[in-house]
């Protein structure tokens, strides 16, 4: 079985594949000061409520944002898995061409995305990942990285508002009523909520217009279902998507 890992700003996403079926997954807190042996306490404790073992582990695929963390789950990986991680990075083979000024700028979760959602759903495609930095990546029909756009996530945003202003409370992350309020809370949520699908939206219409032609619109990333129930433009959503490349990136490189 393989275990993949998407290491974030915000969270850690793992998942454990048996051939090509997700059949447990979690997201737990980053925490860029943990050690080796506290990430494999953490997994043993995942793997031992949902009644896995080290043992039944064959390969680990993972990718990460945060430089710090890599040292921490790569010598987990060794320490506890007995397993050399494939880490995906320059020297991975993708199987996608990245048309990108420096690919070495490109985050790996980027990358990671744009890889599963072409050979999931093909191409002309934009993903949308809602994570710390909420992202946009294009592929083309041809299968090829083309770049994007990054745009602060919706975290972060609501609180920088929240820290900022002194009376603005924070709000939970849910739909409101509507977008005229006659209260701080609903107020807050919609401007945050109707807001950022704006954002998505605009963002996606311009890229279109900028390439000429209709792309696929898929979402993924914590709050990916709540903003495209809102959205005009995104298409699926699709939770796993990051867990899934992957999967498909460690076959490319069997």
């Not at 919609?190 to 390439?211: C, H, P, S, Y």
Request: aromatic letters at 8%; hydrophobic letters at 45%.
């Amino acid at each position: 079985m393989l275990l993949a890992i998407d290491a974030g700003n915000t969270n850690i996403v793992l998942g454990i594949y048996r051939d090509s079926t997700l059949i447990s997954h979690w997201r737990v807190s980053t925490d860029r000061q943990k050690t080796a042996d506290e990430y494999g306490i953490l997994l043993k404790n995942l793997f031992d409520f949902q009644g896995h073992r080290f043992e039944d582990i064959s390969a680990i695929a993972m990718a990460s944002v945060v430089p710090p963390l890599m040292s921490a789950l790569a010598n987990m990986s060794l320490e506890y898995f007995g397993i050399h991680p494939l880490i995906v990075g320059p020297g991975v083979k993708t199987g996608m061409p990245l048309k990108f000024d420096n690919p070495k700028e490109i985050g790996a979760d980027r990358i990671v995305n744009a890889v599963a959602a072409y050979e999931t759903y093909g191409g002309p495609l934009i993903v949308v990942d809602f994570g710390t930095a909420t992202t946009f990546d294009v592929v083309t029909r041809q299968g090829e990285y083309i770049g994007g756009a990054i745009a602060p996530g919706i975290g972060i945003s609501t609180e920088a508002l929240f820290a900022r202003a002194a009376k603005l409370p924070r709000v939970e992350l849910v739909k409101p009523p509507c977008v005229i309020t006659k209260n701080t809370i609903n107020g807050m949520q919609a401007g945050i909520i109707f807001g950022f699908t704006g954002q998505v939206d605009g963002i996606v219409n311009r890229m279109k217009k900028e390439l000429g032609e209709e792309l696929f619109v898929v979402a993924t990333g914590g709050l990916a279902e709540l903003i495209a129930s809102e959205s005009e433009t995104i298409q699926r959503v699709d939770p796993w998507l990051t867990l899934e490349g992957l999967r498909m990136i460690y076959l490319k490189n069997q």
